[in-house]
């Protein structure tokens, strides 16, 4: 069953203004499309020097256990997604010799100087950090050069799919056999993609299809267990609102303790202060 009532889809809209050209609009402002499986990431074709090791094979969906912002970081979670080269971002393949950049002018990481720092210096931490923890299997990318840069080079991968994501707002209703006591919660999805998808989507790994809260088998049931009507105790993860409560508030409560804290502390400038989201009954229904 979908839970929310807005139908989620690829809108091809044709509008035609009187004595002008035919215009098309073939996108729909409040979805995404995630481009999930492996792609290649190679040096731009107009770069300035040819590039002298292979492509780099990067699995996408493998990633998406952290914040899509870790790595877009300019992204505000509802705009299109800029590809990394994108003119003023980095667009250089390497960086501008020095003495080049005139004085106080901001100085642009160069595209591979930005990838060697994301995506190796995560890479090394995940593995400092697990060997700090006691493991012995790692789970992180490649850190050597030829981990990333084979030779002979590897075959270019675009093994991709896209996903189309909702970024504005989904109606929470309650399933159609509760009688609801609370108008339904308006949820901005999009508010919420400096958090793992998988935080809330735990049974996603980054691939396929997501599937609804309340789908079958998952949390489904419209009723607390009948031992309790505590929505902490495991007997009733399977109901729905158990799931939503215990999900959303206690984020909400903890961001909003972080909040209160700088009040506190005499910060009243919105802009200083953490984000959060409602905590009051009244502001989600
Ligand atoms: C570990 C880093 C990393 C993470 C995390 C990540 N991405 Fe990406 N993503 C990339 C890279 C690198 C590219 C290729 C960019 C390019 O071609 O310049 C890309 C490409 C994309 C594109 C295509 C952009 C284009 O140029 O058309 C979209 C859309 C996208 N990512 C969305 C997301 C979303 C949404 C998330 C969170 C679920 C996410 N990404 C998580 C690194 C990441
Ligand atoms: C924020 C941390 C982080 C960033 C940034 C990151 N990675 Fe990773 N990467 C990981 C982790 C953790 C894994 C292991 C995931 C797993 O095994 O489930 C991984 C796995 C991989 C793998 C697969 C390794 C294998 O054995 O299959 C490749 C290839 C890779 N990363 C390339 C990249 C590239 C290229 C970038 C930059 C565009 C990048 N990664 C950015 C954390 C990161
Ligand atoms: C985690 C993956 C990763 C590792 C490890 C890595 N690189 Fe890269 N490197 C990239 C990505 C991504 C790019 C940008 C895409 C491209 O140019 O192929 C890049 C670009 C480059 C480029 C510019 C393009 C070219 O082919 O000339 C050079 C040179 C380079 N890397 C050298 C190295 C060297 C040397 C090492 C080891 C010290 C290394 N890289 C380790 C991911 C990596
Ligand atoms: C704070 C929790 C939360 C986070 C984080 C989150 N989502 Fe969602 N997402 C939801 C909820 C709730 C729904 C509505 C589910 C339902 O209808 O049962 C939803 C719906 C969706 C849907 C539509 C599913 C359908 O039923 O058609 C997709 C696709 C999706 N999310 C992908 C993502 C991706 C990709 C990310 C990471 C960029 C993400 N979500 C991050 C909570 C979250
Ligand atoms: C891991 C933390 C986290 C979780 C889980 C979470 N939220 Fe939020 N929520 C936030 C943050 C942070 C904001 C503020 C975002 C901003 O201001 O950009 C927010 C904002 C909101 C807002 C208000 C947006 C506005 O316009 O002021 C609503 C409504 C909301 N969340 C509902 C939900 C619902 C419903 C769920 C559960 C499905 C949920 N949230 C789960 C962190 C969370
Ligand atoms: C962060 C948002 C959020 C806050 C705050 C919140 N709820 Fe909910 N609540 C939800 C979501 C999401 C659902 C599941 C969708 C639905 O049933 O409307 C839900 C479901 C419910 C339901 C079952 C459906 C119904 O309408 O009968 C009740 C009752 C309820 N909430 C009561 C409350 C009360 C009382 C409070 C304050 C103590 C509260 N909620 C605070 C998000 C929230």
């Known amino acids: 069953m979908k839970s929310y009532a807005r139908l989620v889809c690829w809108v091809v809209a044709l509008i035609i203004i009187p004595g002008q050209a035919l215009v098309l609009a073939d996108k729909d402002p409040e979805q995404l499309m995630l481009p999930t499986g492996t792609m290649t990431l190679s040096a731009p074709p107009d770069a300035e020097r040819e590039p002298a090791l292979s492509p780099v094979v990067f699995p996408h969906s493998l990633h998406f256990a952290y914040s899509c912002k ?3 970081h300019e992204w505000d979670g509802y705009s299109e997604v800029q590809s990394c080269a994108t003119s003023g971002c980095h667009e250089n393949l390497w960086a501008a010799p020095p003495g080049t950049t005139p004085l106080g002018e901001k100085r642009i990481k160069s595209l591979a100087g930005a990838y060697h720092q994301t995506c190796r210096d995560c890479h090394r931490e995940e593995m400092k950090s697990q060997k700090a ?8 990318g490649p850190i050597d050069c030829d981990g990333c840069h084979p030779e002979p080079h590897a075959e270019p991968v675009h093994d991709i799919e896209m996903l189309p994501v909702p970024t504005g707002n989904l109606t929470i209703a309650p399933p159609e056999e ?3 006591r609370r108008a339904a919660v308006e949820f901005p999805h999009g508010a919420h993609f400096d958090y793992s998808c998988q935080l809330c989507h735990h049974d996603w790994y980054g691939e396929g299809e997501v599937e609804g809260c309340m789908t079958e088998g998952c ?4 009723e607390p267990d009948p031992s309790t009507r505590n929505i902490k105790d495991p007997a009733n993860v399977y109901y729905y609102l158990a799931a939503y409560h215990n999900t959303c508030l206690p984020c909400h409560r903890e961001l909003q303790q972080e909040r209160n804290a700088f009040m506190d502390a005499g910060i009243t400038d919105a802009e200083e202060l953490p984000a959060a989201g409602p905590v009051a009954c009244i502001e989600c229904h």
Do not use: E, I, L, P
């Not at 923890?133 to 992180?140: E, I, P, Q, S, V």
């Not at 949390?219 to 419209?222: A, G, I, L, N, P």
């Open 70 to 72: 870790d790595c877009h």
């Open 133 to 140: 923890a006691g493991m012995t299997r790692f789970y992180t």
């Open 178 to 180: 509760v009688d609801a």
């Open 219 to 222: 949390h489904d049931q419209f």
